[in-house]
């Protein structure tokens, strides 16, 4: 009952005072008092999360920069064209972008299992039936066997 009076004469008394007093409607709040807080407290707020949102970014730039050296390193690995898109968030996120230890581990590791395949006894040990073992001890006596003949030689 008491809202159905003030809504009838307060609109009457508001046009008979000319609208002397202005109240903010519900919109026009500042958005700090609207949460609770001071105007000071409100930009503080509004500092921090601005800070935050900045650290988020950097963050997945990095991240994005990781992935993209390990995308430009397997296409160097594999003689793959590269791509600018990569080359282009690389530079983006700096010069410090380095591999992650657990990969940067593990392509070390392949790049011994390569280097063993590349060699004689890697490639030995790919083929069928072969004794690695037997082969070197064989080979250490041929070496054995020439050098004695060697100090047995008049010539030399």
């Known amino acids: 009952m008491a809202f159905m009076v003030k809504h009838v004469v307060g609109g009457q008394l508001k046009n008979l005072t000319g609208g002397l007093t202005e109240e903010k409607p519900e919109a026009e709040k500042s958005e700090a008092a609207a949460q609770g807080m001071t105007q000071e407290e409100f930009e503080q707020y509004q500092q921090q999360l601005e800070e935050e949102k900045q ?19 397997f296409r160097e690995k594999y003689r793959l064209p590269k791509n600018e898109m990569d080359e282009t968030q690389i530079q983006q996120a700096g010069d410090d972008v380095v591999l992650p230890t657990e990969l940067a581990k593990m392509i070390a590791e392949d790049n011994q299992e390569e280097a063993h395949k590349q060699s004689v006894l890697g490639q030995l040990s790919n083929i069928q039936n072969v004794d690695i073992d037997q082969l070197k001890d064989k080979a250490q006596a041929t070496l054995e066997d020439l050098k004695k003949q060697t100090e047995n030689c008049s010539l030399m």
């Open 55 to 73: 650290e988020r970014e950097a963050n997945f730039a990095q991240k994005k920069a990781e992935r993209a050296t390990v995308r430009s390193h």
